[in-house]
T-cell receptor, first 116, second 115 residues
């Protein structure tokens, strides 16, 4: 079965410093990977996805993610963190296709705290 | 804000009540989803509707009853819930085509409290 793991419950970083939120995956076949962000009292917002192609994927709000097949990782990164980036981040992998639809398997989430 | 709306945003109900959650997507998508988000637990997929047909029921108790009258609307009917059903219920939609890998768009959620 497909799965993702987010090994860190929380990541703390100072504003202006680079940030990394980790995600590893386990899939059979080609992985289709996603990152979402959730701000307080809001639904999830799509940040970026990896389907195929370049291993470095650029997304919304200056975020990017690096796909590493040998390490089965898909870490989320940003060169310079903002206080407003503080939120809950979810990594997800697409599960098997059923009747042309698909479902996402989400990680447990990582809370990012950016201090001023 | 995304093109997926959910009402109500907050709901408090007793265990004997019957209530419904509503989701509407304005994105022209053909698939809709219900998720449950509890504290300290990963998001749990509950139901998937593809072209109004239910394609996934992830072992959800029968006290949760989904309804998808058309591709833009999704309901979750609730009856005789338990306190452990208190959670944030998220609706999502996506455009599904053969060979496509489109992301899901989420609504803001309904915060449900069962007393």
């Amino acid at each position: 079965a497909q799965s993702v793991a987010q090994p860190e419950d929380q990541v703390n970083v100072a504003e202006g410093n680079p940030l990394t939120v980790k995600c590893t995956y386990s899939v059979s076949g080609n992985p289709y990977l996603f990152w979402y962000v959730q701000y307080p009292n809001r639904g999830l917002q799509f940040l970026l996805k990896y389907i195929t192609g370049d291993n470095l994927v650029k997304g919304s709000y200056g975020f990017e993610a690096e796909f590493n097949k040998s390490q089965t990782s898909f870490h989320l990164k940003k060169p310079s963190a903002l206080v407003s980036d503080s939120a809950l981040y979810f990594c997800a992998v697409r599960d098997m296709v059923v009747d042309s639809s698909y479902k996402l398997i989400f990680g447990s989430g990582t809370r990012l705290l950016v201090r001023p | 804000e995304t093109g997926v709306t959910q009402t109500p945003r907050h709901l408090v109900m007793g265990m004997t009540n019957k209530k419904s959650l509503k989701c509407e997507q304005h994105l022209g998508h053909n698939a809709m989803y219900w998720y449950k988000q509890s504290a300290k637990k990963p998001l749990e997929l509950m139901f998937v509707y593809n072209f109004k047909e239910q394609t996934e029921n992830n072992s959800v108790p029968s006290r949760f009853s989904p309804e998808c009258p058309n591709s833009s609307h999704l309901f979750l009917h609730l009856h005789t819930l338990q306190p452990e059903d208190s959670a944030l219920y998220l609706c999502a939609s996506s455009q599904v085509m053969s060979g496509s890998y489109n992301e899901q768009f989420f609504g803001p959620g309904t915060r449900l409290t069962v007393l």
